[in-house]
């Protein structure tokens, strides 16, 4: 399971080549995932603002919705990638990838965060859901707020980084091919 969890960026970034290499993207195609993208992007840098690694149990911003907005951001990201690139491959590239890395990834954060929060996260575990959001928040006391120091601090601009990366390659791809 760790060979796995330690992979899964190594394989997203060869997902993201292939998905390069073999899309058939058009304009209507592109614009969708370019927007799906900026969702995604979103919740990533709501989430990464909240978030500090292994320190507290954070139940504020998104993680009143979900104990994972990280991954269920990702999601939205391969999703618009499949869109963006309109190929069939891509789809069942990614189906794979997800399927193979997440779960394992998604079981292997639950325990740790049981391991380092074991009180405060049975009840927080009770109250919001693993994955897919709730449009109902999780109400905790703690009441912290959106932090750009912490969205730095976590390194998240290398998403946003990436995702401007890729979409300008595969909009140049689009416009050569």
Not at 116 to 135: A, G, T
Request: net charge positive.
């Amino acid at each position: 399971m760790k060979i796995i969890y330690r992979w899964r960026i190594r394989a997203g970034f060869i997902g993201l080549v292939l998905a390069l290499v073999l899309s058939q993207a058009n304009l209507v195609s592109l614009l969708v995932g370019i927007g799906l993208c900026i969702i995604g992007l979103i919740i990533r840098t709501w989430a990464s603002g909240h978030l500090l690694k292994e320190k507290k149990l954070i139940v504020s911003g998104p993680y009143q919705h979900t104990r994972n907005p990280l991954y269920f951001a990702n999601l939205i990201i391969g999703i618009s990638v499949v869109i963006g690139s309109y190929s069939w491959v891509v789809l069942i590239i990614f189906v794979v990838y997800f399927f193979l890395f997440y779960p394992s990834a998604i079981k292997r954060e639950k325990e740790k965060m049981k391991n380092l929060f074991p009180e405060d996260y049975q009840e927080y575990e009770k109250k919001v859901s693993l994955f897919f959001p709730s449009l109902k928040p999780y109400r905790s006391p703690e009441k912290r707020q959106f932090s750009w120091k912490l969205y730095m601090k976590n390194r998240e601009h290398r998403a946003l980084l990436g995702g401007v990366l890729f979409w300008v390659l595969m909009a140049g791809r689009m416009l050569l091919f």
